[in-house]
């Protein structure tokens, strides 16, 4: 027992900060990464309903893969649509996300593979709705995702470059937990009436959340969704996000594309489904974006190597 908790006591004659194993990396994972692990959590949430979030988590997750990272999606909505859109039986689980919220199951125990190599998910199932009331009551309820996360990249040999939440329409206690574990929050937001109204009550759950539980988490960008350029309507919002949001919108939009319905419909991302479709030009697009962002270095590298095979036609 006291073995068990020897690392919550200081250690006696040494009052230096040691370095993440000395400081006893079997309990580190409440609250820091191993630093060696060069893992980006994105949660992608708009309490909105039909805004893209699902769409978003399913082919960003996918052309990363394609892009070479190691992609591992969690679904925090009970509909489960990300689990459903990659392929994966929810009804036939073993073990979901339920699990590693409500009954402490190690993370990487509820993992399955997809039809693609390197892109995982953590899947949902429909009884996730009750997970909220079941841990309503909980010391540190807000965390569990979180800690769940940081264990796993802390003490099992999986390795992921980005980690994709995808959440439900909702700012319940899941989406906090989203918001807890995320490095970055991408808010996707259809280009139609009141789809500004709302982002105010998002904004100041996300205050809350940075002063309290996680003073890293920042907005990645909003990704305006849905885009449907024929109309005047849809033309005037995306100027108002863009005016509203500034510099914070991501350049790339992403236009209505029947495709990308029909790709989650045929539970492939859109890289399968349609690849020359104009849905896949605008998530290929949008990833761009995120690596730039979040992964500078990998994005400087995979220019130089692109700049590199265009020259000998340049020349
Ligand atoms: N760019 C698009 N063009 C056409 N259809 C789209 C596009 N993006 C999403 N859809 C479709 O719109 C519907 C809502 O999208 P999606 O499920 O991604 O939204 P969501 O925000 O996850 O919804 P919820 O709030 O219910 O979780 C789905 O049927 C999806 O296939
Ligand atoms: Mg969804």
């Known amino acids: 027992m006291f073995d068990d908790m020897k690392s919550f006591f200081m250690k006696r004659g040494d009052n230096k900060p040691g370095g993440f194993e000395e400081r006893g990396a079997n309990l580190e994972y409440f609250m820091h990464r191993d630093p060696n692990k060069d893992v980006t959590i994105i949660t992608i949430a708009n309490q909105k309903g039909g805004c893209g979030k699902s769409t978003t988590a399913i082919n960003l997750s996918a052309v990363l893969v394609r892009k070479n990272f190691k992609v591992l999606m969690i679904d925090l909505d009970p509909q489960s649509h990300a689990s459903l859109g990659i392929g994966v039986d929810v009804y036939n689980l073993n073990s979901s996300i339920y699990d590693v919220i409500v009954k402490n199951f ?51 040999k999986r390795n992921y470059d980005y980690i994709i939440i995808d959440c439900s329409p909702s700012l319940n206690l899941l989406t906090i937990n989203g918001l807890v574990a995320a490095d970055f929050l991408l808010i996707p937001i259809q280009t139609h009436y009141f789809s500004l109204e709302g982002m105010g009550e998002l904004f100041s759950t996300m205050k809350v959340v940075k002063e309290r539980l996680n003073l890293g988490l920042q907005v990645l960008g909003i990704l305006p969704t849905l885009f449907d350029q024929r109309t005047k309507m849809n033309r005037d919002i995306l100027a108002q996000i863009k005016d509203y949001f500034k510099d914070r919108v991501f350049q790339s939009t992403i236009r209505m594309n029947i495709k990308l319905a029909e790709a989650s419909a045929s539970r492939k991302s859109i890289f399968e489904y349609a690849p020359d479709s104009n849905g896949a030009r605008d998530y290929a697009s949008l990833a761009d974006e995120v690596i730039a962002l979040t992964k500078p270095q990998k994005a400087a590298e995979e220019n130089e190597a692109k700049g590199q095979k265009l020259q000998p036609d340049s020349a």
């Not at 949902?124 to 079941?134: R, T």
């Not at 569990?144 to 099992?156: E, F, G, P, Q, V």
């Open 106 to 156: 190690r993370l990487e125990n509820s993992i399955v593979n997809t039809y693609k190599e390197n892109l995982d998910i953590a899947p949902a199932m429909p009884m996730l709705s009750g997970a909220q009331l079941e841990i309503a009551d909980l010391l540190g309820r807000e965390g569990i995702l979180r800690t769940a996360i940081y264990k796993m990249i802390n003490t099992s």
